[in-house]
């Protein structure tokens, strides 16, 4: 049974146009992230909730939003798309954040930007 | 200088060769080190930890060379199923999940 669950698989939305990506866990871990992954390149961490705390990395766009209404979901709000944010978006989750945690990934959302 | 670097490939080897690949990383600090596998538009999944006195997992061995900074992962008697792109992650010394950086992997076909 899928443990990280995203949805949808393939979303398209156009230049501007806002967008919400979705993601739950059936863990109850208590940290939750979100990637994004553009062809050939890195993941690249955009930012994370321990819990309710949110943690934001130094260079994610202030287009780039986040909320976690409790410990199963978590939704990444893309206020205006651009042609740049096309991507896979990756939700994991991870127990704690220490050393050897290790992270479980959802199956990834494919963003198209029209 | 990237912080963890790969050799993208691809690595193009038969059934049941035996390939390597390596992955630096500048980060002296780095004490943390993973293998991730990725199939193509699908999630990364953990492979294996790689730990200071190196280990082995099936046909996996992944080591880690601290004076030359770099990991490895070999991979014996390889299956047309291990055609995947391998991900190298690190992270600092105590250093939490999120201070984790992946490498852009390295994409291995394994051909009849």
């Known amino acids: 049974d899928a443990m990280v669950i995203q949805n949808p698989r393939y979303q398209v939305t156009q230049f501007g146009k806002p967008v919400t990506l979705s993601c739950s866990q059936t863990l109850n871990h208590n940290v939750m992230y979100w990637y994004q992954q553009k062809s050939s390149q890195a993941p690249k961490l955009l930012f994370h909730?321990?819990?309710?705390?949110?943690?934001n990395e130094a260079d994610t766009p202030d287009n780039f939003q986040s909320r976690r209404p409790n410990t199963s979901f978590c939704f990444l709000d893309i206020r205006s798309p651009g042609l740049g944010d096309a991507a896979m978006y990756l939700c994991?989750?991870?127990?704690?954040?220490?050393?050897?945690?290790?992270?479980?990934f959802g199956s990834g959302t494919q963003l198209s930007v029209l | 200088r990237k912080e963890v670097e790969q050799d993208p490939g691809p690595f193009n080897v038969p059934e049941g060769a035996t390939v390597a690949f390596n992955c630096t990383y500048s980060?002296?600090?780095?004490?943390?080190f993973f293998w991730y596998r990725q199939d193509c538009r699908k999630e990364p999944k953990l492979l294996m930890s790689?730990?200071?006195s190196g280990n082995e997992d099936g046909r996996f061995t992944a080591q880690l060379n601290r004076a030359s900074q770099y990991i490895s992962l070999l991979i014996r008697d390889s299956k047309l199923s291990d055609s995947a792109t391998y991900l190298c992650?690190?992270?600092?010394?105590?250093?939490?999940?999120?201070?984790?950086?992946f490498g852009t992997g390295t994409l291995l076909a394994v051909q009849p």
């Open positions: 909730y321990y819990d309710k705390d949110f943690n």
């Open positions: 980060n002296s600090a780095s004490q943390s």
């Open positions: 994991a989750t991870s127990r704690g954040t220490g050393t050897n945690e290790k992270l479980f």
């Open positions: 790689v730990y200071s």
């Open positions: 992650v690190g992270g600092p010394y105590g250093g939490a999940t999120n201070k984790l950086i």
